[in-house]
């Protein structure tokens, strides 16, 4: 009998899919003082046939592998896994995501702490050579979307907004200890059998998006306690299969979050985000470019990771990386000595499209410098120059 099992639901990402089953088995724990038994359950979310077929072989011994024969959905997906699968712990992870070495050891032995624990999450990095730091999971709440949508509206608003939001994240990215939180990514994390017969698991109503967090939240209101542990550590693609369509994506994206608040917070709340969303994307619309925090140097078109450098930096700087001018959800990094090159890695992962970067000081988080750049697959086929 099993005592955790990983459920890892897959639509179109076959080969992220293998490197993750890959990652758990390599993957060693215990469970009351003896070698804990892993298994894998993989669920196909009606994937395209090539997609499939570079799953079947994954069936063994150890992995459990499901064919839905329709998209049901990362919810209701999860919900199918869980009621097949046997271990006393349950392990939620995107196929997206690669386990490092001693991951689940640290997850189950912060587990199982206490009975008031309720889940437990790794940090997460968005490359292979650990460089980027996820930013964390805000709790929604209606005055931290309205400062949000306010960001878009005014600069002043923009600055407080980037200003609030790495702060808190700058306290997520040095933490070394275990840490009760308010939210857990829900890419990757670890509950017990006995909270789900609880607490139950996915609301199957969220699209896509937010079915974590609702879940997080009914878990904190019955007297749960979510806990990050830095010592456990994966990588995270990030939004491999939304990428695939990503008008669909953002569409489901914003029919969650009018669900959540509505769920959460009352038909008002929902329809005062909805107000927000429109406002914001008129105002976008109008605008005739990008409006950003202050000054900002425009690369152009580049073909390698580009190089960042601000002069007689004061010490340690902070880098934050986001695909929108205002910093609303930023991915961050330690920097050395004034130069920031991004990782191969992770310029290997970045899509095609717009992105900035800065560099701040992180005690004062004054902005030293701050660049824009696109990422354009054709450019790099055409050998275009890089600045």
Same mark, same amino acid.
């Given at each position: ?278 406002? !914001? $994307? *008129?105002?976008?619309? +109008?605008?005739? /470019?990008?409006?950003?925090?202050? =000054?900002?140097?425009? #690369? ?9 450098? !601000? $002069? *007689?930096?004061?010490? +340690?700087?902070? /880098?934050?990386?986001?695909?929108? =001018?205002?910093?609303? #959800? ?18 290997? /992962? ?8 800065? #560099? ?28």
């Amino acid at each position: 009998m099993p005592d955790l099992s990983a459920l890892v639901v897959n639509y179109n990402s076959a080969d992220y899919c293998r490197q993750c089953v890959a990652s758990l088995r390599a993957q060693t724990f215990h469970v009351d003082g003896r070698r804990g038994v892993l298994e894998i359950v993989v669920l196909d979310n009606n994937s395209r046939p090539e997609d499939q077929a570079r799953l079947r072989d994954l069936e063994a011994a150890d992995v459990r592998l499901v064919f839905t024969g329709e998209n049901l959905g990362y919810g209701p997906a999860n919900n199918l896994g869980a009621a097949l699968a046997r271990g006393r712990y349950l392990y939620i992870l995107n196929p997206d995501v690669k386990v490092l070495p001693g991951a689940l050891e640290a997850l189950l032995g912060v587990l199982g702490r206490g009975p008031r624990i309720a889940a437990v999450g790794p940090r997460t990095w968005m490359d292979d050579d650990r460089t980027l730091g996820h930013p964390p999971n805000d709790i929604p709440r209606l005055g931290h979307r309205t400062l949000q949508a306010l960001a878009h509206l005014a600069r002043p608003f923009g600055r407080l907004h980037a200003r609030v939001r790495t702060r808190r994240a700058l306290r997520h990215w040095t933490r070394t200890e275990p840490t009760r939180v308010g939210l857990l990514s829900g890419a990757s994390f670890v509950t017990t059998r006995a909270v789900i017969e609880r607490v139950g698991l996915f609301d199957p109503d969220f699209p896509l998006y937010y079915e974590d967090t609702d879940w997080f939240t009914r878990v904190r209101r019955m007297g749960y306690e979510l806990v990050y542990v830095p010592a456990a550590e994966v990588v995270h693609y990030f939004s491999r299969s939304a990428l695939q369509d990503y008008a669909v994506a953002m569409a489901k994206a914003r029919a969650a979050e009018a669900y959540f608040f509505r769920k959460w917070f009352g038909p008002r709340a929902e329809w005062w985000v909805g107000r927000l969303n429109a406002w !914001v $994307a *008129r105002a976008l619309a +109008r605008r005739p /470019g990008p409006r950003t925090l202050g =000054p900002c140097v425009d #690369l152009g078109h580049v073909t390698a990771a580009p190089t960042f450098t !601000v $002069a *007689r930096p004061p010490g +340690r700087l902070l /880098g934050e990386i986001a695909s929108n =001018p205002l910093f609303t #959800l930023a991915a961050g990094a330690f920097v050395a000595d004034g130069v920031w090159r991004l990782s191969d890695s992770m310029w290997e /992962g970045l899509w095609d499209g717009l992105y900035y970067c800065r #560099l701040l000081e992180p005690d004062r988080l004054k902005t030293l410098g701050c660049w824009s750049f696109r990422k354009d697959s054709r450019v790099l086929q055409e050998g275009g120059a890089s600045p």
